[in-house]
Structure formats: structure tokens, C-alpha cells
């Protein structure tokens, strides 16, 4: 059993995708950062300074000033704008990827085609052919 794991860990694929996950995780700290401190102040200015991660409902039905207050307190609510950044963060990830993927697609050789055999009666006319020159 510790030989199988060891040529299962050993594979091509899951070093790749261990790989993969690192990088993953490291992209989506900088696509955080992009998405708090890039794209979303302006985006609050536009709409009048608003902060999409301050948005909530509260359930608990006392008032709280902020988010923060509220999670303190531990009342109950709805963090719909915390949502909101976060489907802007996978957005912002998914379009990043696609221009990646796109580019990498862009660079990469593509197969070259195998030269396609010749038809069958050309080989029998090569093999004739041959075959008389070897006579003479």
C-alpha cells in the first residue's frame, strides 16, 4: 500500500495540481488586493461612497452602526454586500484566467500534422516502378 501512494504522489498529475493549487492560492491574494484596494474605492465613489462590504440586513432587530458592531454584539444577519465583493472577485478572477488561458493557448506550438500516407495505388505504382529498375 505505502508503494502505490508513493507512485500516486509520484505522478506528473498531482505535483501539477499541487502546483496548481499553490499558485491558485497566491493569485487570489493579489486578485483580493485588486479587487478591495483597486477596483472597489472607485467603484464607492461612483455610486456616491458607498462600501459594498457594509451592506447587511439585520435579524436581531436592535441597531448596530456598522457591520463590525454588529458581528461584535453576535447578532444575526445578512452580509449581502460581503457577497457582492465576492462575486466581483470571481469575476475578476474568472476574466483574469480566460486571458491567461488565452495567451497560454496563444503561445503554445500546435502539433504539427503527420505527412498523410500516400494513396495505396501510388505505393503499388512505386513498388512497380522499383521493381523495373531493379530488372535493369
Do not use: H
Amino acid at each position: 500500500m505505502l508503494q502505490e501512494f508513493k507512485a500516486f504522489i509520484a505522478r506528473g498529475n498531482v505535483i501539477d495540481l499541487a502546483v496548481g493549487i499553490i499558485m491558485g492560492v497566491a493569485f487570489t491574494t493579489i486578485v483580493n488586493s485588486l479587487v478591495n484596494d483597486i477596483i472597489m474605492p472607485p467603484i464607492g465613489v461612483l455610486l456616491g461612497g458607498v462600501d459594498f462590504s457594509e451592506y447587511y440586513i439585520n435579524l436581531s432587530g436592535t441597531a448596530y452602526p456598522n457591520l463590525a458592531a454588529a458581528k461584535a454584539a453576535g447578532a444575526a444577519t445578512i452580509n449581502y454586500g460581503v457577497f457582492i465583493n465576492a462575486i466581483i472577485n470571481f469575476l475578476i478572477i474568472a476574466f483574469a484566467v480566460f486571458l491567461l488561458v488565452k495567451q497560454v493557448n496563444r503561445f503554445m506550438k500546435k502539433p504539427e500534422a503527420a505527412p498523410a500516407a500516400p494513396p495505396r495505388s501510388e505505393m503499388l505504382l512505386e513498388e512497380i516502378r522499383d521493381a523495373l529498375k531493379a530488372r535493369n
